[in-house]
């Protein structure tokens, strides 16, 4: 063999040893510290027995965009809530739905049962001319026009909640002086590209977002999952509410941000066995939410946003090519084998370290070990929505949700 084919074949196994190595323990650190941070995280706490109905007042706001398949089961679901307080209801915010979301809503709240107080639909109606309003935020300002309660929740409309949930959130939101708390829901998948997906992101979620540190006042670190905001209506006037935020893709960042900033004590608690979400129906769907958010969910700055998906390339789709490429290497250069066979063996405990991460996942989610395979085409779709975030953030060219232009 030539001297320069034996130096290409040293280079090749040590690029191959390298990233087989950089992904194993990039893994580890990501399942360690996932493990670490859940491990003190707050949960949502049971009501106690017999508790007393609260005297406060609350209103439950869905604001939804053709949600026609989404809203009957969240409706059904939340119209069946055991009462938080003495003096409840929900209100819908149709956004110009152009299909059946209106229709589907007025069908359950009838089939309900429920008291005609109980639920009420509003029109937002269109959006003032000349002013930028994104996303949901037009629709829950429109809302906050006829709240006069003394908490408002938001629920998104892909939101499944449980009878208990909302009298154990208000309850402890009473309890621990809250002016907003949000809740981490369990998340379901039903399609492929969510299996490929959607567990990666909770990881990331779970590390990028330190539950721990969100709840601590003296930390700057602040976080709220707008599928589930509670707010203490006088605390969300203060910030501004949605109306302050008009043009704000990532709403409940920032306004999370506004209640931390204000001095305002915010909790971020884990609420999997409270509320299940469902964020995406199909690729499409996820496609499009996540090259929205990754960018500006990294704080709008382009090499992290770069550099996390390159890195989540090669955590999760790297093992699952390095194994087949070590493998062959080991069989055409015999001189390098022992180096091929310790990188083989790395790529191998990455897959290992990812069926570790989804049995994690099972636990502490309820997340089923379904398709876990799938994460390493993940990785892939993920070092695609990275560049194309920050190409669609940036230029605003096909920059958008459920179809409607962000810019």
């Known amino acids: 063999m030539s001297p320069g084919?034996?130096?290409?074949?040293?280079?090749?196994?040590?690029?191959?040893?390298?990233?087989?190595?950089?992904?194993?323990?990039?893994?580890?650190?990501?399942?360690?510290?996932?493990?670490?941070?859940?491990?003190?995280?707050?949960?949502?706490?049971a009501l106690p027995e017999q508790a007393p109905l609260p005297v406060g007042s609350l209103t439950v706001?869905?604001?939804?965009?053709?949600?026609?398949?989404?809203?009957?089961?969240?409706?059904?679901?939340?119209?069946?809530?055991?009462?938080?307080?003495?003096?409840?209801?929900?209100?819908?915010?149709?956004?110009?739905?152009?299909?059946?979301?209106?229709?589907?809503?007025?069908?359950?709240?009838?089939?309900?049962?429920?008291?005609?107080?109980?639920?009420?639909?509003?029109?937002?109606?269109?959006?003032?001319?000349?002013?930028?309003?994104?996303?949901?935020?037009?629709?829950?300002?429109?809302?906050?026009?006829?709240?006069?309660?003394?908490?408002?929740?938001?629920?998104?409309?892909?939101?499944?909640?449980?009878?208990?949930?909302?009298?154990?959130?208000?309850?402890?939101?009473?309890a621990e002086g809250a002016a907003l708390l949000s809740l981490a829901p369990r998340l379901s998948c039903g399609c492929l590209a969510e299996w490929m997906v959607q567990p990666v992101m909770v990881s990331l979620l779970g590390l990028g977002f330190p539950i721990e540190a969100a709840n601590d006042p003296a930390s700057p670190v602040a976080f709220a999952a707008g599928p589930f905001m509670l707010f203490r209506r006088s605390a969300y006037a203060a910030i501004g509410g949605h109306r302050a935020l008009a043009g704000e893709v990532v709403e409940d960042l920032a306004l999370a941000r506004r209640i931390k900033e204000s001095g305002q004590r915010l909790r971020y608690l884990l609420g999997l066995d409270a509320a299940e979400l469902r964020m995406y129906a199909n690729f499409p769907a996820l496609w499009e939410g996540w090259t929205k958010n990754w960018l500006l969910g990294l704080e709008g700055d382009v090499p992290r946003a770069?550099?996390?998906?390159?890195?989540?390339?090669?955590?999760?789709?790297?093992?699952?090519?390095?194994?087949?490429?070590?493998?062959?290497?080991?069989?055409?250069?015999?001189?390098?084998?022992?180096?091929?066979?310790?990188?083989?063996?790395?790529?191998?405990?990455?897959?290992?370290?990812?069926?570790?991460?989804?049995?994690?996942?099972?636990?502490?989610?309820?997340?089923?070990?379904?398709?876990?395979?799938?994460?390493?085409?993940?990785?892939?779709?993920?070092a695609g929505i990275g560049p194309v975030s920050v190409w669609r953030t940036l230029t605003g060219r096909g920059w958008t949700w459920k179809g409607r232009q962000l810019t």
């Not at 493998?327 to 290992?352: E, F, H, V, Y």
Request: include cysteine; proline fraction near 6%.
């Open 5 to 45: 084919a034996v130096l290409a074949g040293s280079a090749l196994t040590w690029t191959l040893m390298l990233l087989s190595a950089g992904a194993a323990l990039g893994l580890a650190i990501l399942l360690g510290g996932l493990a670490r941070v859940f491990a003190r995280a707050p949960r949502l706490a």
């Open 61 to 174: 706001v869905v604001p939804a965009y053709n949600e026609a398949v989404n809203i009957g089961p969240c409706l059904t679901n939340l119209l069946a809530s055991e009462p938080p307080c003495s003096d409840w209801r929900v209100l819908l915010v149709d956004d110009g739905s152009t299909d059946a979301t209106v229709a589907a809503a007025r069908a359950v709240a009838l089939d309900s049962g429920a008291p005609a107080e109980r639920f009420a639909v509003l029109e937002a109606g269109p959006r003032p001319a000349g002013e930028r309003w994104v996303g949901k935020n037009w629709p829950c300002s429109r809302a906050m026009e006829q709240v006069a309660s003394d908490w408002v929740l938001f629920v998104d409309a892909d939101v499944r909640l449980q009878p208990s949930a909302l009298g154990r959130a208000l309850a402890q939101a009473e």
């Open 306 to 382: 770069l550099g996390a998906a390159a890195a989540v390339a090669l955590m999760f789709s790297g093992p699952w090519l390095l194994t087949p490429a070590a493998a062959i290497a080991g069989l055409l250069l015999p001189a390098q084998r022992p180096l091929l066979l310790a990188a083989l063996a790395l790529a191998l405990l990455g897959i290992g370290l990812q069926l570790a991460l989804r049995l994690w996942t099972r636990r502490e989610f309820a997340l089923p070990l379904q398709h876990w395979w799938l994460m390493g085409a993940g990785g892939l779709v993920v």
